[in-house]
């Protein structure tokens, strides 16, 4: 019987050389997500309102970190940061990972969410996502394509809440699951300029927003993980990112990243 033989794999997307535009790239998720770059040869312009920590993480990487302060939701602000990504040869990626938090109940004891409190977390997460993936695939559309016709990855980040929010989480369910509705049509009707569009939905990971909590409520929630009982490093949410952009087949999709979990109520 004969070995079969496979084809060098030569028609992904080669991280190496490449400039990516990394939101909430200043810490967390997105901040593991530019060291991976840098170390793929890649180049990261991060956009992020954490002035101090992007800073900081473009001195540490001069020749391949561009830091441009920013709000996600404001066009003219994401047209800056794909500017910056033009003068360094043009945006092939992004990976949306800047949101915000929220903990509230519809129905609190002090009467009623202010509704101001739930736009707010749309706004950034929901709208904030859907303006980074609408200007940089307009950016993309004229890139250079791949063999394989490709010209663009976008890596979007839900959330596990998109599934099972927990009580009090009503405003950041909405908007991860906005994220994960969106991800499959626009990966459909970005099929025509060659540019792919996946979600990540990571459960709890070591990132730090749960740093502030108390150590208890730490490992309380690294329990609840079925295997393997700890929240998820940083680095493992980077990795897949990689693996997004490499393989050509991934398109569509939404991939959970969460050790098995399913949220409990509360």
Do not use: C, W
């Not at 940061?81 to 990976?95: F, K, M, P």
């Not at 730490?218 to 609840?224: D, E, G, I, N, Y």
Request: net charge neutral.
């Amino acid at each position: 019987m004969a070995t079969r033989k496979f084809l060098p794999y030569d028609l992904k997307m080669q991280l190496s050389g490449k400039t990516v535009l990394v939101t909430g790239g200043a810490s967390g998720l997105g901040a593991a997500a530019v060291d991976m770059l840098v170390a793929e040869g890649a180049r990261a312009v991060i956009i992020d309102l954490n002035e101090e920590a992007g800073r900081a993480k473009q001195a540490s990487r001069p020749d391949s970190v561009r830091f441009v302060r920013g709000d996600v939701a404001a066009e003219a602000d994401v047209q800056r940061a794909i500017g910056v990504a033009a003068e360094l040869g043009g945006v092939y990626g992004v990976v949306n990972a800047a949101g915000v938090p929220a903990a509230e109940r519809v129905l609190p004891k002090e009467g009623v969410q202010p509704l101001p409190h739930f736009e707010r977390v749309i706004r950034v997460n929901l709208i904030g996502t859907f303006n980074v993936i609408r200007l940089a695939g307009a950016a993309m559309a004229s890139n250079e394509p791949t063999a394989g016709g490709e010209r663009g990855v976008i890596v979007n980040t839900a959330s596990v809440a998109a599934f099972e929010g927990q009580i009090g989480q009503a405003a950041y369910s909405a908007s991860k699951g906005g994220i994960v509705a969106m991800t499959l049509p626009i990966a459909r009707e970005f099929a025509r300029i060659g540019v792919r569009v996946v979600t990540i939905a990571p459960g709890t990971f070591d990132t730090p927003l749960l740093g502030a909590l108390p150590e208890a409520a730490r490992q309380s929630l690294a329990q609840q993980v079925p295997f393997p009982p700890r929240l998820g490093r940083p680095d493992e949410y980077a990795a897949l990112v990689r693996h997004i952009f490499e393989n050509e087949m991934l398109n569509g999709e939404v991939i959970r990243l969460d050790g098995a979990i399913r949220m409990a109520p509360k």
